[in-house]
Structures are given as C-alpha cells and as structure tokens.
C-alpha cells in the first residue's frame, strides 16, 4: 500500500506529461505536470485525449484509432492546451497489459510527453548562429581576399623598381640595400599569395585552370628555381622523370609547380647537409587519364610522428625559430594538401628525425591530343611497385641535375636561344589571353635565360617581367617586341 502511494506521488510529480487513457480514449489519470501544461484544473480526467494529441488520436466508427506506434521511439507532436493553442513536445506511447488478468484491470494506453518549445527554439538559434558565422566566415575570407590582391600591386611595384635599380646600381653598399629590398618584396609577395589561396580555398572559391603545358619544361622551371640556392648551400640537387610520362598533359601547371615549389622550398629550409632529390612516376592510366605521383625527398631534420599529425593544418609550424629564419606562414603544406585534393590526389609524409623526410603526393591529369598515340599504347596499364622500381633504375631518362650544377645552356648557345624563343612564343601567347599569372611565370623564364645577356637585353627582359606584373598589357607588348628584336 505504501508503496502504491509512493509511484502515485512520483507520477504526480515527475517533470514530464504523463496521461494514462483507456480504450475507448479517455483520460483516466493525468498528473500534475500535464494538467499545468495543458491548463486544465481538476478535470483533464474524463477527457478525450483525442483533445489533447489530435494529431495522434481520433475516433473512428466509435473507436481509438492511434496513428503512432505503441512502445516505439519517442517523436514530435503538437499538444493543445484547453484554451486550443498549442505547443511542440516529444511523446511516447506505451500500453500496460494486466499479465494474468490478476487485478482484473482494462488494458490501458500510457502516454509519455514533455514540451520541447525551448529544445526548438535552441535548435533554430544554433543553427542561425552556425549560418550567420558562415556568412561572416565568408565576408572575413572576401575581406582578406581582396586586401590580399590590393597590396600585391604596390608589393609588385616596389620589387620591380628594386630590380630595375639593381641593374643600373653600381655601388655595393647601395647595390646590398636594394638586395635587401627585393628580397623583403619577395617574401612579401609569396606570403600574400599564400594568404590570397588560403583565403580562396577556404571560402570555396577557388578553381583550377586546366590547361595543355609540356610536363618536361614545367620540371625545368621548377628545377630553374631552386639549384641555385640549394647548391649554394652545398646540398645536392635531382629530379628524375621517366619516359613513361608524356610530354604533353592537360592540368593546372600553375597549380602543379606552386605544390613543387613549397615541397622543395620546405626541403631546402631544413636540410643542412646532404641532397634533396625529386622524382615523378606514373602509376596508372585509365583511358585518357593519367595518375602522376611525386615524392619529393631530403636529407634534413625530420619531423616526429606528433608534428606529422599536424603538418596539414593551417598555420601549423613545428619549429618556429627555423621558420623564422626562413620566413613563412606555415600554410604552404595546407594550401599544397587542398590543391592536391583539388587534382584528384592526396599528400602523405614519411619522416624520421634527424635522417630526413619525404613528401609523397599523386594527382590526376589528362594526356593532351599530340600525345595520343602514347595514351592508346599505354591506356589500362596499372603500374606496380615494382615495374616503378625497374623503370626509374632501368630504362629512365634522367633529368638530374647534381650539385656539379653547370650552366646547361649558356646565353648564345643554340640551345638556350630555342628556349627562349619557346618560352617568348608561349609569353606572347598569355598576354593575348591575359593570363598574367602564367605570363609572369614565362617572363621569370625569360629573364632568366638572359641572366648572362648584355646589359640591355637583361634589362628589357625585367622590364618585360615588370609589365606583366603590373598586368600592364600596352607596356608588356611593347617590352616583348623590343626584347624579341634582341635576342
Ligand atoms: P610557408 O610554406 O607558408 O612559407 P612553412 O614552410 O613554414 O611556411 P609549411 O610549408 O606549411 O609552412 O610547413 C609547415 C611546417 O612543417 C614547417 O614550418 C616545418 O616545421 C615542417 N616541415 C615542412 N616540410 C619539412 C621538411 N621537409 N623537413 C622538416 N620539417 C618540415
Ligand atoms: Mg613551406
């Protein structure tokens, strides 16, 4: 008896509505929650709960007809009050069976229910919340994407008049100060075109420009923009490409080398002593599409199994006094890992400390038309681990490069005056299309191939860069002609 009288004043009390009808649908009990939530008085008892749950309830050829499941999961219904309005709550149904028919009781439905305005309410607020903060997540990037592109022209301005300073500047002190200079601009723009990329990815603006380039010369560009460096700090240099890629792919180039570009400058910032070495291969072929994978391996610090499980984030950096020496925003590898996932591929890192680290990354390309006959001949090959190993020591063509590092093609040499001519035709070609990214990596070339050109032509072919920089298409033409006369 007693303890009838306690579940009776549990009932009564507990925080939720609990209703208790027969099966002809009426309230035989309600407890306190239900007749204040509902605002009835005394007389929920003797109702319908037809009234108060019509949405679960009604009576059809005089009997209850339920709609939910009895003892199933709990789920959301309206509730109305006696005055009709209504609110949102959550409600379970159960039905209490006399097991032996012992206390000769009807069967009866038990009905379970609290209100959820607030859970809803909260909901919608959260999910409000999480909209607007991708709303202003949004603006933020824009923001930072456009001030990012402003300050790059006056970046570009200054470094270029460095340069032309350079050239015409004959005493040392002024010539190292304006050495100084250039190279502060340069970080500077590399730093703001790490956090324009950033930016774009993260806002999910940012598109790859596929295009046809020769694979051979873009590894030459790469390879043009590190030896000199990395042997001045007496390190040893290699790329190797194998035969089995062709000479011309359809990909984002820009894309492909800035990935490089990071990889090998990351190398080269921490490997004091030994080689940094690159290798491509392809490692499968499906009609047209081509699977490329590249690692790029040194001899450097290492990086331990913790900092590895880091690498990818933005702005992570491992040890911050080498980067400091070296500069950096510790995005190169996030923006590298988003644009490989970009090309189809992904990024992997093998490191162990003190003995050095490899970068491992494959992306997807297509072989372009003049390499056809080389897609059909090879199409449905899958390349194993194995075959990669005999091909890359076997039959490859090596590019290497070693720390020997001489010039190959010397300015007046046949060889270095077609590379320009390539590289002039394809420059004219993205100024047409205004393609200054691309024209700017070409004009690089350029001056580059002239660096041991007279005077003049050395300083039309930075006038030529600055142009492009400026995506001055008047001034870039004009510099191009005169250049062209020249060389
Ligand atoms: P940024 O590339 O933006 O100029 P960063 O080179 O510092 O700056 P990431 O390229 O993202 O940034 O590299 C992140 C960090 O990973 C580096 O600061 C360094 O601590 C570590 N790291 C990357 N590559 C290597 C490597 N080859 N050997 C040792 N540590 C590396
Ligand atoms: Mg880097």
Redesign the pocket.
């Known amino acids: 008896m007693q303890s009838k009288s306690l579940f009776q004043f549990t009932l009564d009390n507990v925080l939720g509505i609990v209703i208790i009808f027969n099966q002809s649908g009426e309230i035989v009990y309600a407890n306190q929650a239900a007749m204040k939530k509902l605002e009835y008085q005394d007389e929920l008892c003797g109702q319908s709960i037809t009234e108060i749950f019509p949405g679960e309830f009604s009576v059809e050829g005089g009997g209850l007809a339920i709609e939910c499941e009895i003892g199933g999961e709990s789920h959301n219904i309206m509730a109305y009050r006696k005055n009709r309005t209504c609110f949102p709550t959550k409600i379970r149904l159960l039905k209490y069976e006399d097991p032996e028919g012992k206390l000769g009781e009807e069967d009866r439905y038990i009905c379970t229910a609290y209100d959820v305005s607030n859970e809803n309410f909260l909901e919608k607020k959260v999910s409000q919340v999480g909209q607007e903060a991708e709303v202003a997540q949004k603006v933020k990037s824009e923001f930072v994407a456009n001030v990012t592109h402003e300050l790059r022209t006056p970046v570009n301005g200054i470094l270029g008049n460095a340069q032309a300073l350079i050239n015409k500047e004959e005493d040392e002190e002024k010539l190292r100060l304006l050495h100084l200079v250039e190279r502060g601009c340069r970080d500077m723009h590399s730093i703001i075109n790490n956090i324009l990329d950033f930016s774009k990815l993260e806002a999910g603006k940012f598109v790859l420009e596929p295009r046809r380039f020769q694979f051979r010369n873009m590894i030459d560009y790469v390879k043009s923009n590190h030896i000199n460096r990395i042997i001045e700090k007496g390190l040893e240099f290699s790329i190797t490409v194998p035969n089995s890629i062709p000479e011309y792919i359809v990909g984002d180039e820009l894309r492909i080398v800035q990935i490089l570009n990071?990889?090998i400058?990351?190398a080269y910032?921490f490997t004091a002593v030994g080689e940094i070495h690159v290798e491509v291969v392809k490692t499968a072929q499906t009609g047209n599409r081509i699977q490329l994978f590249f690692m790029v391996i040194d001899t450097g610090i290492g990086i331990d199994k913790a900092a590895q499980d880091k690498l990818f984030q933005s702005f992570y950096q491992v040890d911050a006094s080498i980067s400091r020496r070296y500069g950096?925003?510790?995005?190169?590898?996030n923006i590298?890992k988003q644009l490989i996932e970009l090309m189809g591929g992904n990024i992997h890192v093998e490191s162990t400390v003190g003995k050095g680290t490899i970068f491992t990354f494959d992306i997807w390309a297509e072989i372009a038309e003049e390499d056809k006959a080389y897609a059909e001949e090879d199409a449905g090959k899958e390349y194993t681990a194995e075959f990669i190993e005999k091909d890359m020591l076997g039959k490859l063509q090596s590019m290497s490069v070693n720390s020997a590092g001489e010039k190959i093609w010397k300015y007046g040499e046949p060889e270095n005056k077609e590379e320009i001519e390539k590289k002039m035709s394809k420059l004219i070609l993205c100024l047409e299309m205004e393609n200054w990214e691309k024209a700017e990596m070409f004009a690089e070339t350029v001056k580059q191939l002239v660096e041991e050109a007279p005077r003049e032509v050395k300083s039309h072919a930075l006038r030529l860069k600055m142009a492009v920089q400026k995506g001055d298409y008047e001034k870039a033409t004009a510099a191009f002609e005169l250049l062209q006369k020249m060389v």
């Open positions: 990071n990889l400058s990351n910032k950096g925003t510790g995005l190169g590898l590298c």
